[in-house]
């Protein structure tokens, strides 16, 4: 999938992905690329300043914790991320209905 | 530039690139350090050896200028999170700060009119002293840019909000002056009026240019 389109979704599929589990950065990386079926594919770093970028926002928190003997960070989801999740949700599933109707692609 | 080809190379490199401060630049190093060992690990257990594993997780992390670069908020966001921090500050002594800044004018008031036409400072201080309190339980980062994002949702909201303090403040003002039965004029009072709708005016969302909103 082109990098544009991917970038421009980066917030809700990290909103998603943590949504669906809290973990750190690798971890929701692997989760993203499972849930997409290796469709999304972007240098893992930049993973890293979105999640800052989130939690910045108030949409994702995050803590240090132990995992596997490891010391890593882990987000998980706000109050504030959830209700623009559902947000977005909804803005891209209109975005998706009518791009689908200009295309001619409507179900 | 060469491709650092160890984690510790790699990290030196990234690290240098970051226009991040302190506690921040730290978390950061050590968020990317934990990810490229664990990349390095999995490869290592998927069957590379440990120098190609090492590699692998470098090239998939990314350039490390690129994705530094990625951190760096911008000149607007870091003004706003420099005001997030005094604003913090601030609001751990709201009800001290706003009294300090209030004090001399109602002083002057009392002293030079009447005490009655003082607690027209009574509605701004209060509504400075909850906004204080609402930052100081919060201790969030970014509240301002989510405010501002509130502001382009709720237009209306957002100018009853920004302006109703100022307005029931004169109104107060004006009824307690009216109560006190000052011989001072209110009139230099109206030359306040013009500036809310100036105030509204300023203080409005941009609205989407309806010629290109609306091509002919």
Do not use: C
Not at chain 1, 1 to 11: A, S
Not at chain 1, 37 to 49: I, N, R, S
Not at chain 2, 154 to 179: D, F, K, R, S
Request: glycine share 8%; hydrophobic share 45%; charged share 20%.
């Amino acid at each position: 999938m082109r990098g544009e389109i991917l970038k421009g979704h980066l917030d809700l599929l990290l909103l998603a992905t943590v949504a669906a589990r809290p973990g750190h950065g690798y971890e929701i990386l692997a989760e993203l690329r499972r849930r997409s079926d290796g469709a999304f594919a972007l240098a893992e770093g930049t993973v890293y300043p979105a999640l800052h970028r989130l939690e910045a926002a108030g949409m994702l928190t995050s803590r240090w914790s132990v995992v596997d003997g490891r010391r890593r960070r882990v987000y998980s989801l706000t109050g504030s991320g959830r209700r623009s999740l559902a947000t977005q949700q909804k803005e891209l599933d209109q975005f998706v209905v009518g791009v689908r109707a200009v295309l001619g692609t409507a179900s | 530039m060469t491709v650092p080809t160890t984690i510790e190379a790699f990290l030196e490199r990234f690290e240098r690139a970051l226009r991040l401060s302190g506690r921040r630049r730290r978390r950061v190093v050590d968020e990317a350090r934990d990810h490229l060992i664990e990349a390095r690990d999995r490869g290592v257990a998927a069957g590379l050896d440990a120098r190609s594993a090492e590699i692998a997780a470098i090239e998939a992390f990314g350039d490390p200028a690129a994705v530094a670069s990625r951190f760096d908020p911008g000149l607007t966001e870091r003004v706003s999170r420099d005001l997030d921090r005094f604003d913090r500050w601030y609001g751990a002594h709201p009800a001290a700060g706003v009294t300090i800044g209030i004090a001399p004018w109602v002083l002057v008031i009392t002293l030079s009119w009447s005490p009655l036409v003082a607690l027209a400072f009574l509605p701004p201080w209060a509504t400075s002293v909850w906004i204080g309190m609402q930052i100081t339980n919060r201790h969030e980062v970014g509240y301002r840019s989510r405010l501002w994002g509130w502001k382009q949702q709720h237009p209306a909201a957002y100018q009853i909000a920004t302006n109703g303090g100022a307005v029931l403040g004169a109104a107060a003002y004006l009824a307690l002056e009216w109560m006190a039965g000052s011989p001072h004029p209110t009139g230099w009072l109206l030359l306040l009026v013009p500036l809310l709708p100036l105030g509204w005016l300023l203080n409005a969302p941009r609205r989407p240019d309806s010629a290109a909103a609306n091509p002919a």
